[in-house]
C-alpha cells in the first residue's frame, strides 16, 4: 500500500507541476479537492484564497512555460500515513523562490490536495 501511494502521490505532483508550469488549469483542477484553501506567504504578502479563485488567477496570468522559464520543480519530501500525507516542494517559478506544503488525501480511491500553503523565501 504505502509503495502504491507514493507512486500515485508522485503522479499527483507531477499533474500538478505541469498544470503550473504550462497554465493547465484542467490539469490543476484534477488534483485539488473541490473544498482546498491555498495559503500563503508572499514577500509578506498575505494570500488566502479558494481553489476555484486560485484556477482563476493561473487561468490570466501568462505561464512559466510561455516566458520560456525552465522546469525546476521538485518533490523535496512525502510523508505518508495511513489515509493523509504531507508533500514539501520547491517552486521557483515567474521569479519567485516558492516552497510547497501540500496536504493531500486519499478520498474516494484517490489521491487530493485538500490544502496548499507556500511561501517566498528570497
Excluded at 499533474?15 to 484534477?30: A, C, P
Aim: charged share 25%; glycine share 8%; hydrophobic share 40%.
Amino acid at each position: 500500500m504505502y509503495t502504491e501511494s507514493i507512486k500515485e502521490i508522485e503522479g499527483l505532483i507531477t499533474h500538478y507541476f505541469e498544470g503550473v508550469f504550462n497554465g493547465d488549469t484542467d490539469k490543476l483542477e484534477s488534483c485539488f479537492h473541490e473544498n482546498a484553501y491555498l495559503y500563503g506567504d508572499i514577500k509578506g504578502m498575505d494570500y488566502l484564497k479558494s481553489v476555484a479563485e486560485y484556477l482563476e488567477g493561473v487561468k490570466s496570468r501568462q505561464s512559466p512555460n510561455d516566458l520560456n522559464e525552465a522546469l525546476k520543480m521538485k518533490i523535496i519530501g512525502i510523508d505518508i500515513m495511513g489515509k493523509i500525507a504531507m508533500a514539501k516542494l520547491h517552486v521557483p517559478m515567474l521569479g519567485y523562490n516558492y516552497y510547497d506544503y501540500l496536504s493531500l488525501s486519499h478520498i474516494n480511491n484517490e489521491w487530493k490536495i485538500v490544502n496548499k500553503l507556500f511561501i517566498h523565501v528570497e
